[in-house]
Each structure stands twice: as structure tokens, then as C-alpha cells.
């Protein structure tokens, strides 16, 4: 009965305490009855011995009577003292078995502990679960925490060796997915020199697939979670977000990505409300959030990396992409080309009288005549198209998967344009003129810089036949003068 109650009140999720207790308890009882059978025989002696020398009888019975009385006595007294050594010896021994049962998990997880202070933890020991008590569940506790430690060290490891930022997000949506059980959710990455935010995982979305405001795409700064750098959650605040589109079935809980002190990206995870377990989701929302905080100081250098790779890659005035891009990715760029069986324009552009501009006006005005035509030749061409600075005050415009006279066409449009383009100077207005030579890749040849060279014969038979004109390359063109000169030369 006293098992029972025990079990069913004070220890119910503590066995090795309620094992230790009951043989306490036993045993305590063992020795209070042994203690009354004993006391009751002291008695029994004592009113025995004095009833019978009250009686004043001098005989051989009363000296039996006494002795026999003595041997019960110290029968008594051997039974209580073997009790106590049996009693004695039984604890102790439960004590020691106790004590290695604790001792060795113990011991374990102290070492571990100690071995992780000092940063050499071997995550491959864990320690041995050998009962299912209180012992047991510390063990595989302790397990599940260094199994835990284990992966996000791993994860770190893994997105380290990764080159690009989208690897690293699509790493972290399978963590999301595959190990935490986060289904429904979407990464944004913020731009902060632009004040723009685009989803960057999943990768196919439609726009129904994002439950915010278009206007957060285009202005971040309306994104609470990215002005203010904070976790947000519409389980306990309904309408935390003015931008989270009204009247859906789905909460939402937005943590943000803090790269090098600013926000640098956001999650969004959804959450249908008749589904949501509160308990279940802070865990899984737990987890995600040791794995995003893991992934943001890789996430920074990769993004420190990119914007000096870039920095390197563009020219600082006009924001175009220069020569040194052009040589890293031409080889991927004409493989593209080649794969698809396609066309690829080049036009060659230069300012004609350009010098006379610093001359005349200064460097200043130079950059601004510099900066107005790269806009001009953007506005020009298809978003698909690119622009290089390919040096000075020429430009290389690569017109990708084009037809048969189309690159002619754009040309003639970048030559009026400029033309009818007035420029602000501190003095009035001045006007200039560009010439452009064209060639096609691989229609004109089939190595892509040789193209650009005839691209650039086009370019100075246009400036000799008096500048502001297209002219396009045609085989005459290629002399041994102009093979001898590299392209962008005089």
C-alpha cells in the first residue's frame, strides 16, 4: 500500500529516488520491529528476574529460571545486533550500486562538458543510456543535445564551403523542410543600397505565393521586421503587420536575417491557424532560429565577397559592368551562345570629340557626359542586353540571341539619341555625337574576341568617314594595319 502511494504521488517520474526511499523505509521498519521484539523480551527478563527474587526462594529453579532468562536476553541482543549489521551491510551495498549507477553517466557527461569548454569535443561519444530512470533520461538529454550541437557545427561547415549565397539559402530551406519540419515559409534577401527585398527561396514563386504587399519589394522599409530588426509574430498580435495581406487563413511569424549590424535578410514562416499547435511550433521555430543565427556570420562574408567582387568587376562612375568582367565571364557567356545556336551583336561605341570636353569644361563635366551616355545606351537596349565600359569614353554593348539587322537598328537608335541629348553644364547646355562600329558573333567569327575587334575596325572606319555614323564590319575592313592594331587602340 505504501508502494502504491509513493508511486502514484510524490515519485512518479523519479524511479532511482523512489527505489532509494522504499528500501529506506523497509529497512527502518525492519529495524523499529526488531527494536520492539527485543524491548518486549527485555521486559518479559526483567519482570521474571524480579518476580522470582520477590519470591526469596534459594533454589537450583530460581537459578535456572535466571539463567534462562539470560540466554533469552542475549539471544535477544545477538538477533538486533545481526539485524543492524545485515541492515548496515545491505545499505551500504545499495549505496555503492547507486552510487556507480549515478557515478558513470555522470562522470560521462562532466567529461564531455569539460572536453567542449575547452573547444575538442568529440561529438562521435555519447553517452551510454544504460536505465530508464532519472539517470537514463540526463543521458539522452544530454545526447540529443550534443547531437544537436553536432549538426548545426556541421551545417556551418558545409555552407562555408559553398560559393554562392543562393546555396546557402537553399541548404537552409531543406533544414527547415527535411529536419525541423517547417514547410511553408519564404527567405528574403534585403538590398540595402537599392532599398529593395526579393525572395530568394524558394525559387519558383508566384506572386499569389506571397502573402505581403508588392510594395515591400520595392521599398524594404516598409517591411516591420526590417526597419525594426525584431521578431514579429501574428499569433499574438493579429495585425502586427500592416503589410501582411488581410483577410487569409495563414499567421505568420517573420524573424530577420542581421547581417553586419543591419537587417540583410527576412523568414517568413506560415502557419494555418486551425492547424497551429502552440508548443509544437515554438520548438520547430526554436531550431530554425539556431540555424539562421549559425548561417549569418557566412552569410555576411559571402555577401562582403560578392559586393567587392563586384566592386571590382563594375566601373565606379557609370554603375556598368568593365573590361575585367568581360574577361572572366566570356567563356561561360560564348558557351551560352554557342549551346542555343544563337546570335550575339556587338557594338562598339565611342564619343566622338570627348577630350575637348575635359578640355574645355573640366573632368567633372567629362564624368557627367560619361554618366548621362551609359543611361542614354541602357535605355536603349532589352534588360536581357549588357553594357561594359570597355575603357575611356568607350562603350561595348553585347546584344544577346539577335537577328539578322537588329543590332544595325539599335545602333542607329543609341547614335540619335545621343545626338538629340542636351547636357547641363554650369554655363548652359552642350550637345555631342557618338560613332558606333558593328559586328556579329559568330556570324562575322567564330572566336568571340575577334569579334570584338571588328567591332572596333567598324568603330575607326567611322570616325575616318567623319564620326556620329554606324558603320557595320564587313571582311574588306580587316587590313593587315587594322590586324595589327588591338582593339580600342587608334
Known amino acids: 500500500m505504501l508502494k502504491k502511494i509513493i508511486n502514484s504521488v510524490t515519485f512518479r517520474n523519479q524511479p532511482i529516488k523512489k527505489k532509494f526511499t522504499l528500501f529506506s523505509l523497509g529497512i527502518f521498519f525492519w529495524l523499529l520491529v526488531m527494536f520492539m521484539i527485543s524491548a518486549a523480551a527485555y521486559v518479559d527478563i526483567y519482570r521474571r528476574t524480579h518476580a522470582i527474587v ?157 502573402l505581403c504587399r508588392e510594395e515591400i519589394l520595392h521599398d524594404c522599409e516598409l517591411c516591420k521586421v526590417k526597419k525594426t530588426g525584431h521578431m514579429i509574430s501574428s499569433r499574438e498580435f493579429p495585425e502586427v503587420c500592416k503589410q501582411f495581406k488581410p ?52 552569410i555576411e562574408a559571402k555577401r562582403l565577397m560578392h559586393t567587392l567582387r563586384e566592386s571590382a568587376l563594375k566601373d565606379s562612375l557609370t554603375g556598368l559592368y568593365n573590361r575585367r568582367f568581360l574577361q572572366e565571364h566570356s567563356e561561360a557567356f560564348v558557351a551560352g551562345v554557342l549551346r542555343r545556336q544563337k546570335n550575339v551583336g556587338l557594338i562598339m561605341c565611342d564619343l566622338d570629340f570627348f577630350k575637348q570636353v575635359n578640355d574645355l569644361y573640366g573632368h567633372n563635366v567629362g564624368d557627367d557626359v560619361l554618366k548621362e551616355t551609359a543611361e542614354i545606351i541602357r535605355k536603349c537596349i532589352r534588360s536581357s542586353d549588357l553594357v561594359i565600359r570597355f575603357g575611356g569614353e568607350e562603350f561595348l554593348v553585347l546584344m544577346l540571341d539577335i537577328k539578322s539587322g537588329e543590332t544595325v537598328m539599335v545602333a542607329g537608335k543609341i547614335r540619335e539619341t545621343v545626338e538629340q541629348t542636351k547636357i547641363k553644364v554650369s554655363d548652359g547646355v552642350i550637345k555631342k555625337t557618338i560613332s558606333l562600329g558593328v559586328s556579329e558573333f559568330p556570324v562575322d567569327t567564330e572566336s568571340f574576341w575577334q569579334a ?39
Open 452 to 490: 570584338i575587334k571588328f567591332a572596333d575596325v567598324a568603330l575607326y572606319r567611322a570616325k575616318d568617314k567623319g564620326r556620329n555614323q554606324v558603320v557595320r564590319f564587313t571582311a574588306d575592313m580587316w587590313t593587315e594595319k587594322e590586324q595589327g592594331r588591338p582593339a580600342g587602340s587608334p
Open 54 to 210: 520477590d519470591q526469596t526462594i534459594s533454589s537450583d529453579l530460581v537459578t535456572l529460571e535466571i539463567m534462562k532468562n539470560l540466554e533469552v536476553a542475549s539471544l535477544a541482543f545477538y538477533a538486533v545486533t545481526g539485524a543492524l549489521l545485515l541492515a548496515t551491510t545491505l545499505l551500504a551495498v545499495f549505496t555503492i550500486l547507486i552510487s556507480r549507477a549515478i557515478a558513470g553517466p555522470v562522470k560521462s557527461i562532466s567529461e564531455q562538458i569539460r572536453v567542449f569548454s575547452e573547444g575538442e569535443i568529440d561529438f562521435s561519444r555519447k553517452v551510454d543510456i544504460r536505465s530508464r530512470d532519472e539517470i537514463g533520461k540526463l543521458s539522452e538529454e544530454f545526447n540529443t543535445l550534443m547531437e544537436g550541437i553536432h549538426d548545426l557545427a556541421t551545417f556551418k561547415k558545409v555552407i562555408e564551403e559553398d560559393d554562392k549565397l543562393e546555396d546557402i539559402y537553399s541548404r537552409l530551406g531543406k533544414v527547415f523542410r527535411e529536419r525541423i519540419g517547417l514547410n511553408d515559409f519564404i527567405i528574403f534577401e534585403v538590398s540595402g543600397d537599392q532599398n529593395r527585398m526579393r525572395p530568394v527561396y524558394p525559387l519558383l514563386l508566384n506572386e499569389a505565393d506571397i
Open 247 to 298: 483577410g487569409l487563413e495563414q499567421m505568420h511569424v517573420c524573424i530577420p536575417m542581421i547581417v553586419g549590424g543591419r537587417t540583410g535578410g527576412v523568414v517568413q514562416f506560415l502557419f494555418d491557424k486551425k492547424d497551429y499547435s502552440a508548443d509544437k511550433k515554438e520548438k520547430r521555430l526554436f531550431r530554425a532560429e539556431q540555424y539562421i543565427r549559425e548561417s549569418l556570420s557566412v
